[in-house]
């Protein structure tokens, strides 16, 4: 499985937790709890990943953690 960095955090408006998953678009996952919002969001990785592979597109390479200045 890729390991990608995921980013969890809770919202108020969604009353959720939610896990994004910066280096792939659009790819983000919720849960009740910071456990479920990860484990949801390893299966919407790796749904990202097929998606890609069935439309030919680039699948970035996971770079681990990702620092912003």
């Given at each position: 499985m890729e390991?990608?960095?995921v980013i969890i955090?809770?919202?108020s408006e969604d009353k959720a937790f939610i896990a994004e998953v910066p280096e792939l678009?659009?790819?983000v996952a919720?849960?009740?709890t910071r456990e479920e919002?990860?484990?949801n969001a390893h299966v919407v990785i790796q749904e990202w990943i097929?998606?890609?592979?069935?439309?030919g597109r680039e699948?970035?390479?996971s770079k681990?953690?990702?620092l912003f200045a």
């Open positions: 390991k990608y960095e955090y809770w919202s678009p659009g790819c919720d849960g009740s919002a990860l484990s097929e998606t890609a592979k069935e439309l699948i970035p390479e681990g953690r990702l």
